[in-house]
């Protein structure tokens, strides 16, 4: 059939399952938004306040589905404001579709209005990027995008198109989808259930990898079958119950005591769809040093991952949830009980704990181990970056996959609201919540207009200490107590800036403000801004200095 490009993007999208996008119109992408008038029917749009919350929401709507997300943006700055975004989707792995306009391919190179090289500017943080500038050329650009972002290890793909290309005609014949197919070596995989089948004190770290291609199940299997331990990382949140008594918390900077006890003690380190970002190791070569009685094992669908940062001792480049699967059918029960009696010692030894002096004094432990008990581990949790991030982490248990919508490996403070927006647009039937620091929460808070718009019922809980705590923790530590910068004591009224935007406002002033608070929260069903009051001076904990060894947690501030 005959169509126009932006009939073909849309055609398109529909072929791919695609049935939700999120963005903002502008004039290059003119065209694509006349023909989604018309498509309204079969793919809605998400019009948020600031490209690059479109583009968090088009992330976190991916996490928490296991699609593809997908943002449409306009040429210039509004291609440019989807760049953090789409570095953020591509450090941690998320397979999402951009498309962007431009101007007409006459005036491309020429320094026009509203033109910027967005397939320059953003190839080092795609998987792949292109601008298509011949109309039969489009459908397969976009089929092949969609293929990328979701093959091997996943990531974000952009699309950019000129506005010439979105209205001239072309044939258009629908294809069906291409297929992923994945190999494993059979001799790697029988070596490594040998290995394990002879360890005596196995240690499973398990990551993101473990969340994308769907391995939890087999992971739960797996921990079981040889009874290990389960330690994750901040990016495999939700890959494993965290209620179970076999899991650890995370490892690296502010993991657990337990787990850097775990990684010193035990013969085989078993390593699931995670990279050794810094933020684990602490330092690569006393990593290795405290991890010196264990063979390590990485197992990772990305090859260029294995022996990057820390050299393994055996590895299996594949598929995880097929790894896992294999594994679990080659590998007899195993029974370390004396192994496990000393984990669970540990736990209990080293529990997470915040005090205070003060018996109704606002605690996030407390808060977060109450919303994890009103909404039995099952909400979807978003996150900005700093300390609630860290907090939630450690007090929240995670007991369903795809709950966890975090900015991992770029760290992307603002990133929370506008992923929120996409978890719960894919998930309506679940209580959403994003947690939020005062100092990332005036980074987006313009989102929560698109909130009041759509009346999406997302809980916004602003652990509001005045100032940027993770950097003044830093700071208190490291630079003599120079808090340059880092004191924010905005005189905002949060009630009155809700009730201005049209949601809902509850204050958390006190201890036994909490529970009622966050019931009142949840059963409202409307899109809640939370001002939660904490002190400036709550620390994350343990914390392991930059540079240090994991093996030596700081345990307390003074």
């Not at 126009?4 to 119109?25: A, K, R, W």
């Not at 294995?306 to 598929?319: E, S």
């Not at 209990?348 to 009103?374: G, I, R």
């Not at 004191?487 to 909490?514: M, Q, V």
Request: net charge negative; charged share 20%.
């Amino acid at each position: 059939m005959l169509l126009n490009g932006s009939q073909i993007i849309l055609e398109c999208l529909i072929e791919q399952g695609v049935d939700t996008v999120f963005g903002y119109p502008g004039g290059a992408v003119l065209n694509i938004y006349d023909a989604l008038y018309d498509y309204s029917d079969k793919i809605t749009h998400i019009l948020t306040s600031h490209e690059q919350a479109a583009s968090h929401a088009a992330d976190g709507y991916s996490r928490t589905t296991g699609k593809t997300g997908v943002v449409i943006a306009t040429s210039g700055p509004g291609a440019t404001n989807l760049v953090t975004g789409l570095a953020t989707a591509y450090m941690d792995s998320i397979p999402m579709v951009a498309i962007t306009g431009n101007v007409a391919t006459s005036l491309l190179g020429l320094d026009s209005f509203q033109e910027v090289d967005i397939t320059g500017i953003t190839m080092p943080i795609t998987k792949h990027n292109y601008i298509v500038k011949d109309v039969t050329k489009l459908a397969d650009a976009i089929r092949e995008a969609f293929f990328i972002a979701n093959d091997g290890r996943k990531g974000p793909v952009l699309i950019d198109v000129p506005k010439d290309i979105t209205a001239a005609m072309c044939e258009y014949e629908p294809k069906a989808l291409k297929n992923h197919s994945y190999t494993i070596d059979e001799d790697e995989i029988k070596t490594v259930a040998e290995l394990i089948s002879r360890s005596e004190r196995p240690f499973i770290y398990a990551g993101g990898g473990v969340v994308s291609c769907d391995a939890v199940k087999e992971l739960a299997e797996f921990a079981e079958q040889i009874d290990a331990p389960v330690s994750l990382s901040l990016m495999g949140q939700c890959a494993f119950d965290n209620s179970d008594e076999r899991y650890t918390g995370m490892l690296g900077m502010h993991g657990t005591k337990a787990s850097s006890l775990a990684l010193t003690e035990c013969d085989l380190m078993i390593v699931l769809g995670s990279r050794f970002s810094d933020r684990v190791t602490c330092n690569a070569e006393t990593f290795r040093q405290a991890a010196e009685k264990a063979n390590i094992l990485h197992i990772d669908i990305d090859p260029a991952e294995v022996n990057k940062n820390i050299t393994a001792d055996y590895k299996v480049c594949g598929n995880v949830k097929l790894v896992l699967a294999k594994l679990n059918m080659l590998i007899e029960k195993k029974n370390h009980s004396e192994w496990m009696d000393r984990i669970i010692e540990w736990k209990k030894s080293y529990p997470l704990c915040q005090v205070s002096d003060d018996a109704d004094d606002v605690l996030p432990q407390d808060v977060l181990e109450t919303l994890d008990e009103l909404t039995n581990g099952e909400a979807i949790v978003s996150t900005e970056v700093g300390q609630h991030q860290m907090w939630t982490a450690e007090f929240y248990n995670f007991r369903k996959p795809r709950s966890f919508a975090s900015s991992g490996g770029l760290g992307t403070m603002g990133y929370g609201l506008g992923a929120a927006i996409g978890c719960k647009v894919g998930n309506p039937d679940r209580v959403v919540v994003n947690c939020a620091g005062d100092g990332s929460f005036y980074m987006n808070m313009n989102e929560l207009t698109t909130l009041a718009k759509y009346q999406l019922p997302v809980i916004e809980l602003v652990f509001n200490n005045s100032v940027l705590g993770m950097v003044r923790q830093w700071q208190k530590l490291f630079y003599n107590n120079h808090f340059s910068q880092t004191t924010l004591e905005k005189p905002t009224d949060f009630e009155l800036l809700a009730k201005a935007i049209g949601i809902e406002a509850l204050t958390i002033r006190k201890k036994s403000d909490i529970r009622p608070v966050l019931e009142k929260a949840i059963s409202l069903n409307k899109p809640v801004l939370i001002n939660c009051i904490i002190d400036k001076d709550i620390n994350v904990l343990p914390m392991v200095p930059a540079g240090s060894s994991i093996a030596e947690p700081i345990l307390e501030i003074k």
